[in-house]
């Protein structure tokens, strides 16, 4: 991922250790059902990211702001490299459901959410192929995901600092499932309409195969940026912190 995304992310990272905003709802680690909390907890802090919590290092979610961000070109259908500037994602504080699992000995979390939609609009900047079509152009871009489900897995590890214990994310994997892509990139070909739209009607009718050969290069650079804003919470907020006494 671009430095440029982590150094707007880390910014938000700047402040000393603080308490979880007291509109976050806490859970009891020793409760039974301390995942069915957790997942209720996490949607309705999710919800609440239409605005940004500086404190505790969390950025407004609505639109989610990404100042730059390349794709590499895949291997199959999409031998284009894609490069966005001046990225606003919207759709990712409105999740249908979400689901929070965190087994506190392994320091495993698993958190799953679906979206009715999530659009992309951004700047970009594309030179390649789609489906051996040769293809090239700068503008405004348009990518909308529908009914999809994102996944992430996170391995967390318990570390001291100033005789406080906290967490913070090793490693994590996200997987997207969307239910449809559908693509629309401006001025394409200098501005060629002809030429543009049929572009975009191959990448809408093709839309899984195109989809299929980025998802791992989009699912990294998500991954990236979800575990940033995460672990901006986690090194703010001690270990004690995050659950109710």
Avoid at 16 to 39: H, Y
Avoid at 107 to 132: H, M, P, R, S
């Amino acid at each position: 991922m671009n430095s440029a995304i982590f150094g707007y992310l880390l910014l938000l990272s700047a402040c000393a250790c603080t308490k979880l905003p007291p509109t976050f709802k806490k859970c009891n680690r020793n409760q039974n059902d301390l995942n069915e909390c957790l997942s209720k907890a996490v949607k309705d802090a999710i919800e609440q990211l239409n605005r940004p919590f500086r404190d505790v290092g969390l950025p407004s979610m609505e639109p989610l702001e990404i100042p730059e961000l390349t794709v590499g070109a895949g291997t199959g259908a999409v031998g284009l490299v894609q490069h966005f500037k001046n990225m606003k994602v919207h759709g990712f504080s409105k999740p249908e459901t979400t689901k929070f699992e965190f087994d506190l000995g392994k320091k495993i979390a698993l958190l799953q959410c679906t979206f009715a939609e999530v659009k992309t609009v951004a700047e970009y900047d594309v030179n390649g192929k789609i489906l051996v079509l040769p293809v090239y152009g700068k503008g405004t871009s348009t990518i909308k995901m529908e009914n999809v489900t994102g996944t992430e897995t996170f391995i967390m590890e318990k570390y001291e600092k100033k005789g406080q214990k906290y967490l913070k994310v090793v490693e994590g994997k996200l997987v997207l499932t969307p239910g449809l892509v559908k693509f629309k990139l401006e001025n394409l070909f200098d501005g060629d309409k002809t030429l543009g739209d049929n572009i975009n009607s191959v990448m809408n009718e093709n839309w899984k195969e195109v989809f299929a050969d980025v998802k791992s290069s989009y699912e990294e650079a998500y991954s990236q940026i979800v575990e940033t804003i995460f672990n901006n919470l986690l090194a703010k907020v001690p270990y004690d912190e995050l659950f109710e006494k």
